[in-house]
């Protein structure tokens, strides 16, 4: 959160109070996801990929130049780890496997 002076103190998304993707995802150390590191936000649903009680979605974690995890936004289990460069074919290859839309 903002201190008023430039600096910055915690994260307020990363205290679990506000969900992610709600505006304004101005948090220089998250960007809105309450991660620390770059995230591509989907709406892939994790019940689809592992774990059919989880009522979260799959994230892009990207934790290096080479290294990415698609982790759940809910319960933080780690459903793959992929290359950086494989990280959006993976993505995009799991939603083409759902049954559903997730995007209009």
């Known amino acids: 959160m903002e201190l008023g002076d430039g600096n910055y ?14 505006p304004p995802c101005d948090c220089p150390t ?10 591509i936000g989907t709406a892939i649903p994790h019940a689809g990929f592992g774990d059919p009680e989880s009522c979260g979605c799959l994230n892009g974690i990207i934790f290096s130049a080479d290294r990415a995890d698609i982790t759940c936004n809910e319960c933080n289990a780690v459903v793959r780890s992929v290359r950086l460069e494989d990280l959006q074919r993976t ?12 995007e209009m």
Do not use: H, Q, Y
């Not at 103190?9 to 709600?22: A, K, M, N, R």
């Not at 998250?30 to 995230?39: A, D, H, K, L, M």
């Not at 993505?91 to 559903?100: G, I, K, N, P, S």
């Open 91 to 102: 993505l995009a290859e799991m939603e083409f496997a759902l049954d559903v839309c997730t």
């Open 9 to 22: 103190s915690g994260c307020l998304f990363g205290w679990g109070d506000v969900p992610p993707f709600e």
């Open 30 to 39: 998250c960007n809105g996801s309450g991660i620390e590191g770059s995230v």
